[in-house]
């Protein structure tokens, strides 16, 4: 068996382990809160590939979102373009929600929560925000009501309110009987 470079050299630097989101959305929030007091850090994601890893960031403030906003949150992060591609943007009307706080403000809009795990045997739930405290989230649907643990949710969000429950799946509808990806055309449909 071949040896280690740590087994060789005990004082070699091992890889640093990379920073979870959960991590990443402290340094934001914390850098943020005394540069732009007035902003929120509704969420940060870690997209693109391991080779060129994107850091995504949504925020808010009371008078809006715009470009220069935009602009002025990723100067105040500069350093994170070292290792990160680094997108800011506002909520948009699918605003994600992250914390018990976001939760309580949109009681009774419809919501979408996805779980790291199942619960019910799911992991994909549609429905109505019923109910939010700092443990849990409440949602009622077709399917009756479910408890989530915040521990369990891996990534939630607003849904447009109109949008009827009847359309939610119009997107992934196929176009006679092709796929919309697979039918020749470009664009989105």
């Given at each position: 068996?071949?040896?280690?470079?740590?087994?060789?050299?005990?004082?070699?630097?091992?890889?640093?382990?990379?920073?979870?989101?959960?991590?990443?959305?402290?340094?934001?929030?914390?850098?943020?809160?005394?540069?732009?007091?007035?902003?929120?850090?509704?969420?940060?994601?870690?997209?693109?590939?391991?080779?060129?890893?994107?850091?995504?960031?949504?925020?808010?403030?009371?008078?809006?979102?715009?470009?220069?906003?935009?602009?002025?949150?990723?100067?105040?992060?500069?350093?994170?373009?070292?290792?990160?591609?680094?997108?800011v943007?506002?909520?948009?009307?699918?605003?994600?929600?992250?914390?018990?706080?976001?939760?309580?403000?949109?009681?009774?809009?419809?919501?979408?929560?996805?779980?790291?795990?199942?619960?019910?045997?799911?992991?994909?739930?549609?429905?109505?925000?019923?109910g939010?405290?700092?443990?849990?989230?409440?949602?009622?649907?077709?399917?009756?009501?479910?408890?989530?643990?915040?521990?369990?949710?891996?990534?939630?969000?607003?849904?447009?309110?109109?949008?009827?429950?009847?359309?939610?799946?119009?997107?992934?509808?196929?176009?006679?009987?092709?796929?919309?990806?697979n039918?020749?055309?470009?664009?989105?449909?």
């Amino acid at each position: 068996m071949r040896p280690t470079p740590s087994q060789i050299d005990p004082n070699h630097a091992r890889q640093p382990t990379a920073p979870t989101t959960t991590e990443l959305q402290a340094r934001v929030e914390s850098r943020l809160a005394t540069a732009e007091p007035d902003v929120e850090v509704l969420a940060v994601e870690l997209a693109g590939s391991r080779r060129s890893p994107i850091l995504r960031i949504y925020v808010d403030r009371p008078g809006g979102v715009d470009l220069e906003l935009c602009a002025t949150v990723t100067n105040h992060l500069r350093d994170l373009l070292v290792d990160y591609g680094v997108e800011v943007s506002s909520p948009g009307p699918e605003r994600p929600l992250s914390k018990p706080d976001h939760y309580r403000r949109f009681l009774g809009r419809r919501v979408r929560v996805r779980t790291s795990e199942e619960i019910e045997g799911r992991k994909d739930f549609k429905g109505e925000l019923v109910g939010a405290d700092d443990e849990a989230v409440a949602l009622a649907g077709d399917w009756g009501t479910v408890r989530i643990p915040h521990e369990r949710i891996r990534r939630s969000n607003l849904m447009p309110q109109d949008v009827p429950a009847s359309a939610e799946g119009a997107k992934h509808r196929t176009l006679g009987g092709r796929s919309p990806r697979n039918s020749g055309t470009t664009g989105r449909v």
